[in-house]
T-cell receptor
């Protein structure tokens, strides 16, 4: 069975600090996809990134970066120089490409509060 | 841009009422999903539909049913609402195949059952 663990329930930082959100996953599949979503106070989940299991290259998009390590089954998300607008709940999610359940398995989410 | 629209942002219903939550997507996606979001539990899948009139149970289908008569519309039905169904409900859609493709979400419906 697949599982996603986000051990950090809530993180509070001061603006301009760097912050890393942890995500650890479990799956029996060799082909799978990992996702990060952002849920601002408005409620709608916003897609941030998708990574397939064969691509372990780290990715950077502006102030956001992602570190995918198959050896530790982790897909961590770092925000550099955080801003108040980054305040949201962030979800990590997993899907298996060909077998198993046909929807995303989500972690419990990490609430990030960025104080001015 | 993909748009997933949920008909209500907030609903208040009484125990025992039949409740309909509506979701419409405008991108001709085959797959549609209903999730429930509760604090500390993340999002849990209630039902999934991969085509018109086709559906699959998710992790927590008890007390819910769904209807998909048209490709763009996916309805979640609470046959007899109970207080433990007070929650945030999120609808999503995606292209096939399911595992690979990005799911796009609506803004959610916060349901309170009194």
């Amino acid at each position: 069975a697949q599982k996603v663990t986000q051990a950090q329930t809530e993180i509070s930082v001061v603006e301009k600090e760097d912050v890393t959100l942890d995500c650890v996953y479990e799956t029996r599949d060799t082909t799978y996809y990992l996702f990060w979503y952002k849920q601002p106070p408005s409620g709608e989940l916003v897609f941030l990134i998708r990574r397939n299991s064969f691509d372990e290259q780290n990715e950077i998009s502006g102030r956001y970066s992602w570190n995918f390590q198959k050896s530790t089954s982790s897909f961590n998300f770092t925000i550099t120089a955080s801003q108040v607008v980054d305040s949201a709940v962030y979800f990590c999610a997993l899907s298996e490409a060909y077998t198993g359940r046909r929807a995303l398995t989500f972690g419990s989410g990490t609430r990030l509060q960025v104080q001015p | 841009d993909v748009k997933v629209t949920q008909s209500s942002r907030y609903l208040v219903k009484r125990t025992g009422e039949k409740v309909f939550l509506e979701c419409v997507q405008d991108m001709d996606h085959e797959n549609m999903f209903w999730y429930r979001q509760d604090p500390g539990l993340g999002l849990r899948l209630i039902y999934f539909s991969y085509d018109v009139k086709m559906k699959e149970k998710g992790d927590i289908p008890e007390g819910y049913s769904v209807s998909r008569e048209k490709k763009e519309r996916f309805s979640l039905i609470l046959e007899s609402a109970s207080t433990n169904q007070t929650s945030m409900y999120l609808c999503a859609s995606s292209l096939v195949p399911v595992g690979k493709n990005i799911q796009y979400f609506g803004a959610g419906t916060r349901l309170s059952v009194l």
